[in-house]
């Protein structure tokens, strides 16, 4: 399976954080790095925000759209 960034190959890459380790796929061109959890939360990326789909009211900033 090529890279979804670049097209380039990608190699197998053992992660290790401090709970544990895990497998992912690393692109050799570009060096972008996913597993399962990062495709999960790339295809669950919310909206940005817009006129239809306005920022919250932030009361400490004053900023965003009023509550309705």
Known sequence: MPCQRCNGLLV???LV???GATTASRCLMCGDI????ILQHRAHRPEP???ANPKPF???????APLA
Do not use: H, L, N
Not at 58 to 64: I, K
């Open 12 to 14: 197998a890459a053992d």
């Open 49 to 51: 925000y817009s006129e």
């Open 17 to 19: 954080d401090g709970i």
């Open 58 to 64: 932030d009361p400490t900033s004053g900023t965003g």
């Open 34 to 37: 996913f597993d399962a959890v």
